[in-house]
């Protein structure tokens, strides 16, 4: 029994010193915040079980519980491990050995899509809780580092016309929207992250294409801030209104020249380049315009329910530092893009469980901007009736 209770003891003093040897250190880089992870020290296997893992998961999992608990199947889950591999591979030492780059993305990947606690990933992988949190930011760093800028990007903009068209709008080359992600109150600057509905949440702008994938996203802005406020701040707006995001590419509406425009919601500026609805009193025309218009933008609310859906911990109140808490969005929305792009499935009920977490965080209401540029009034006129003259075509 003496003999038991001793071994009891040295594993527990292990697995405290696991716990406890965790340093997350932070740096300014080219991005907003860099999180870079001592991992020589820091992935290292607990002598707790990781049958689960090594025998079950890895041996006797099928597709469809892969892709209900890491949302993709196991050849998509390789290929990015495959991705992440150079900056997640740790050496083993002669007290332990490190973390496999598969184990370590799993970990994150069921932190992301589960509302569950660090002690219970922590249980599940056999790993010190510690070590579910290291591993969660330094796959995210991983992804934000290797992907973000190849998976996240405009891509074939012809295809993106072609597409918007087909949904009823001329050169279109996106649907812009921001979304609300709720945290903990930080310890700095608290009140400035208090949106209108009154919890700490922080700011995703997102661009995204006719198939619902971002292709641009701008994240950090405190739940304060109006959504049109992070957008005049964005590089998107500066590179839109230099007209230097999309090609040179305008079309004749009437007898007004239109460049390729996004499509906002009331709380963004008209401009030549951005569409919105009309509001107040509504003609036949201009509702015409505001149902064009609606329809194509349900791809970004589309976006926003899949992102959220699959990534649940971003409808829960995330205690990661107002620093980490901007990688893991964009990570997540590197995931989301890479599972529209590998086809996976989106299950039916992840949006009902996505529903039941996100009743407790409302979306703000957007504020309408009236303020408008002479040429853009233009093309909304010219817009407008040249879509009613098409309705009395058909």
Partial sequence: MLRNRARRLRQRSEDMKSESDTDLSQSTGPRAVNIMVDVERRF?????????WDRIVLQVWDESQWLRNFRMRKGTFLELCELLSPALKCKDTRMRAALTVQKQVAIALWKLAMPDSYRSVANHFGVGKSTVGVAVMQVANAIVELLLSKVVTLGNVQIIIAGFAAMGFPNCGGAIDGTHIPILGPDHQASQYINRKGYFSMVLQALVDHRGRFTNINVGWPGKVHDARVFRNSGLFRRLQEGIYFPDQKITVGDVEMPIVILGDQAYPLMPWLMKPYTGALDTEKELFNYRLSKCRMVVEWAFGHLKGRWRSLLTRSDLSETNIPIVI????????????KGETFIVGWEV??????ADYAQPDSRAIRRAQRDALCIWEALKARFLSEQGNL
């Avoid at 964009?330 to 792009?341: D, F, G, I, K, P």
């Avoid at 469980?353 to 996100?358: D, G």
């Fill in 330 to 341: 964009a990570a997540c929305c590197v995931l989301h893009n890479l599972c529209e792009s």
């Fill in 353 to 358: 469980e996505a529903n039941s977490l996100a």
């Fill in 44 to 52: 290292w296997a607990r002598e707790t079980s990781t049958d689960w």
